[in-house]
């Protein structure tokens, strides 16, 4: 029996968080973490300008791994940048954006996890009407000799849209 993709990637985070050295106090890891939430909000925002294979490409540490639905992996940066030269129709489809709902730092200070809820919005080929498809996301972040964060490890999944009762609490 094959192991699922998020089976690994769970369990790799939690191998990788436990292993950390501590270094950091925790007020300085808080900061850190509104850092990551900073920088998935700076993430998300250039793949609203700019489309989502370019910002892939743009924030991608040398040795990213990224994961997605229904397809190989994409290994290394250089991909992802070949990837985003031949995106041509970038955002002229549909615009992806996301939040970060929790975000964890390794006690080292320099690895970080952010997950979250993502948000695909296009117009339906089928009904031309605005479209949004919902989803759930992981990052894994890594601090570059620069003081720079970079993601080395990206998937997400698709889910059910919010619930009447959480679009309500929207409304109010």
């Known amino acids: 029996m094959k192991t699922p993709t998020y089976v690994i990637t769970i369990s790799s985070l939690a191998l990788l968080f436990s292993c950390s050295a501590p270094k950091e106090n925790p007020e300085d890891l808080k900061l850190i973490e509104q850092e990551i939430i900073g920088v998935e909000k700076a993430f998300s925002d250039y793949s609203e300008k700019n489309g989502f294979a370019k910002a892939l490409a743009e924030f991608a540490a040398d040795d990213v791994i990224k994961l997605s639905d229904k397809q190989h992996p994409t290994f290394g940066k250089a991909q992802l940048q070949k990837e985003a030269g031949l995106d041509t129709v970038g955002n002229s489809q549909g615009t992806i954006t996301w ?22 919005t296009f117009k339906s ?48």
Do not use: H
Not at 130 to 147: E, F, I, M
């Open 99 to 120: 939040k970060p709902l929790k975000v964890r730092v390794a006690k080292s200070g320099d690895m970080a996890s952010a997950f979250g809820d993502w948000y695909y």
């Open 125 to 172: 080929p089928k009904t031309s009407q605005d479209t949004v498809l919902y989803g759930n996301y992981v990052t894994v972040w890594v601090k570059q000799a620069d003081g720079s964060w970079k993601y080395t490890l990206d998937g997400g999944n698709p889910t059910p849209g919010p619930t009447t009762d959480e679009m309500l609490e929207l409304l109010n």
